[in-house]
């Protein structure tokens, strides 16, 4: 089924001439797809993410969530519908430094009006996963960028969202780290939740079930994992960014 739809999505940016930053973007994502975007620094990549956490607006296209086309909600009923559908891990989404990191990661519950109980057991669940039991009584300020990253992703998934939109999920994070969120993704991919997730380096997209690779604000192209194995995939990501690289020189 078609989780999320983007029909000729173009998109420039008032204060950059006008230029096309997403020239023509059509894609769907099926529920329980895992996606990884990759392509070079400038490429859309974050433009991408952003216009289809509805953040953003298209200048041209439609974009369509659950069937619906939330280029036409208000600004008050998108942020309804990301807080029912959608879960982020975005460095620019930072906590909240006036809760600690046990509320913040509380906050989407709360706003669902969960039950204390139902939000302490999805923590109790999560939070070892995540290695973070020893930072929910302090503060984000107290603590390190990977671990902020930890926090954030608690958040995303505390929700259980049927969409997990993920900005360099493991940018700030040691591989050991990485290695974790990386199978904690897996995990809920596999309980069904769908994960679009931008990234820089070939061995997280090698996680994924698809990768996209965007160049100048166009999908140059998509490979699919298939059958191959983790490593051969990876190779095939490597190869492939080489090949992108390549083109235009
Ligand atoms: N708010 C903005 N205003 C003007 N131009 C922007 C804005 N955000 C991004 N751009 C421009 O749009 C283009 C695409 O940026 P985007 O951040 O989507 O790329 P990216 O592929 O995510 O890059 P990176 O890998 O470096 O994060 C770049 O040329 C960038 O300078």
């Keep these: 089924m078609a989780l999320l739809e983007l029909t000729h999505v173009q998109k420039s940016y008032s204060d950059s001439q006008n ?15 895992y996606v990884a975007i990759m392509g070079e620094s400038g490429a859309g990549k974050t433009t991408l993410l952003n216009i289809m956490a509805t953040l ?3 200048i041209e296209g439609s974009i369509k969530l ?8 208000s600004d008050g009923k998108k942020a309804v519908f990301r807080r029912e559908n959608l879960g982020f891990i975005f460095q620019s989404f930072d906590l909240l430094d006036i809760f600690n990191n046990r509320d ?30 020893e930072l929910l009584d302090k503060y984000p300020s107290q603590i390190s960028g990977g671990q902020r990253q930890r926090v954030t992703a ?5 929700t259980q969202p049927a969409l997990i939109l993920a900005d360099e999920p493991t940018g700030a994070l040691d591989s050991k780290t990485a290695q ?3 199978s904690i993704f897996q995990d809920v991919n596999a309980a069904g939740q ?17 990768t996209l690779f965007i160049k100048d604000g166009r999908i140059q192209t998509a490979l699919d994992r298939g059958e191959m ?21």
Excluded at 154 to 158: C, G, K, N, V
Aim: charged share 25%.
């Design 19 to 33: 230029k096309r930053v997403l020239q023509d973007i059509s894609l769907t994502i099926n529920q329980g797809d």
């Design 56 to 58: 953003d607006n298209p």
């Design 66 to 73: 659950n069937g619906v086309e939330t280029t036409d909600l």
């Design 104 to 133: 913040n990661i509380y906050l989407p519950l709360v706003l669902t009006k969960a039950p204390k109980a139902e939000m302490d057991s999805r923590l109790n669940e999560l939070a070892p996963r995540l290695g973070i039991q």
């Design 154 to 158: 608690a958040r995303a998934l505390i």
């Design 180 to 182: 974790e969120m990386l």
């Design 194 to 210: 769908t994960i679009v997730m931008v990234t820089h380096s070939s061995l997280s997209a090698s996680y994924a079930k698809k």
């Design 229 to 249: 194995t983790q490593e051969e995939y990876l190779s095939a990501i490597s190869n492939q960014l080489t090949e992108l690289t390549k083109v235009g020189e």
